[in-house]
T-cell receptor, first 113, second 112 residues
Framework: SQKIEQNSEALNIQEGKTATLTCNYTNYSPAYLQWYRQDPGRGPVFLLL?????KEKRKERLKVTFDTTLKQSLFHITASQPADSATYLC????????????FGTGTRLQVFP | DAGVTQSPTHLIKTRGQQVTLRCSPK?????VSWYQQALGQGPQFIFQ???????QRGNFPDRFSGHQFPNYSSELNVNALLLGDSALYLCASMGQENYGYTFGSGTRLTVV
């Protein structure tokens, strides 16, 4: 079955630095990959979607890369701020051209001043 | 423009009881999906509704059922509740553009 791994449960970085989160997957080739932010007690908030034929996507301070050979996506937050502290979830579309998403367990990012 | 609205926000039920959770999708969205999120885990897909029909289903038992109404709102029903059903239940909607889901804040269900 499909498996998604996010590099670590928690990541602590200093304000102003670039945070890099990793999402690795196995056993199939998704058509697209999405990143969400989730704050405690709230639902995930969509950030970025990148398709299999795209290498990189940017939105303000966010950048996502998608390497289908390595089966890996990297999510970068540049000039990080304490307000960026949250859990970040990676999600892939399930096999069979469906809209069903398979989520990783998330990485909890803490940005300290 | 209201996003996805879920009710209730919190709920406590006893084992064996039944529960109904409700969801109103974002304006303009016609597809509704339900996810279960246990503490410390990512959301797990339960099922998806489109045009009032269940279009896809995840690995959840038949105790989990749903419905979508003509106005695109949806309900999730869980029968014969187990302690393990305690979780955050998330509703997500999507429009025809298929560009990321909009999630509600969820219903926190506690089974005691």
């Amino acid at each position: 079955s499909q498996k998604i791994e996010q590099n670590s449960e928690a990541l602590n970085i200093q304000e102003g630095k670039t945070a890099t989160l990793t999402c690795n997957y196995t056993n199939y080739s998704p058509a697209y990959l999405q990143w969400y932010r989730q704050d405690p007690g709230r639902g995930p908030v969509f950030l970025l979607l990148i398709r299999e034929n795209e290498k990189e996507k940017r939105k303000e301070r966010l950048k996502v890369t998608f390497d289908t050979t390595l089966k890996q996506s990297l999510f970068h937050i540049t000039a990080s701020q304490p307000a960026d502290s949250a859990t970040y979830l990676c999600a892939l579309d399930a096999p069979g051209n469906t809209d069903k998403l398979i989520f990783g367990t998330g990485t909890r990012l803490q940005v300290f001043p | 423009d209201a996003g996805v609205t879920q009710s209730p926000t919190h709920l406590i039920k006893t084992r064996g009881q039944q529960v109904t959770l409700r969801c109103s999708p974002k304006s303009g969205h016609d597809t509704v999906s339900w996810y279960q999120q246990a503490l410390g885990q990512g959301p797990q897909f339960i099922f998806q509704y489109y045009e009032e029909e269940e279009r896809q289903r995840g690995n959840f038992p038949d105790r989990f059922s749903g419905h979508q109404f003509p106005n695109y709102s949806s309900e999730l029903n869980v029968n014969a509740l187990l302690l393990g059903d305690s979780a955050l239940y998330l509703c997500a909607s999507m429009g025809q553009e298929n560009y990321g889901y909009t999630f509600g804040s969820g219903t926190r269900l506690t089974v005691v």
